[in-house]
């Protein structure tokens, strides 16, 4: 099978922080957590587009419980790579979750700016419980304390890409997480 790994990106990439195969075996340890949180219970996950597409569609599959799936995209004010903390919808939640469990599935927690108001926003819709899930978390750079049940990795305070996260839309598909190189970002 052909393989991309840190070498094949040529010089954008650092080093690789997390591999694919950390990332499954780490994803089976959560989902079974997740299982036995939610058994005999309807589960609905929200992905938040378009950084958690790799960790929701790879979660959903480890999972024993059977779920319902919506997606929610988010984007924060301001210029520059820093979240504001205000943030727009771009695209709502086609169901009502009053009533209902519901699991956010994220790609990385960084300020926690952008989770914060998101939990806030679902949380006002009246949800049965309202839990998060975030494959990465920057313990460096939190501007909020946000209590996160599911942890995949914490990781350094450094620009990561690769599954599902990018850099200016690009990355997105690496099956691995890895850190760019500075000058692939001005620095
Ligand atoms: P905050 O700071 O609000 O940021 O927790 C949340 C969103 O910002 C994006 N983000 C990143 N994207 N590499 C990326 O590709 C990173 O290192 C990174 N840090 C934050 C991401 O969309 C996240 O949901
Ligand atoms: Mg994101």
Sequence with gaps: ????????????????????????????ELAE???????GKDLLIVGVLKGAVMVMADLARALSTPVTMDWMAVSSYGAGTQSSGVVRILKDLDTDIKGKHVLVVED??????????LIS?????????????????KPEAAKVDIDVEWVGFD???????????DYAEKYRNLPFVGTLAPHVYGG
């Design 108 to 117: 990385i927690i960084d300020s926690g700016l952008t989770l914060s108001w």
């Design 1 to 28: 099978m052909m393989r991309v790994d840190a070498k094949d990106m040529g010089a954008d990439l650092k080093q690789v922080l997390i591999t694919k195969e950390e990332i499954d075996a780490r994803l089976a």
């Design 155 to 165: 990781i350094p305070n450094e620009f990561v890409v690769g599954y599902g996260l």
């Design 33 to 39: 957590k997740i299982d036995a949180e939610y058994e």
């Design 121 to 137: 926003n679902l949380g006002s819709r009246e949800p049965a419980s309202l839990k998060v899930c975030t494959l990465l978390r």
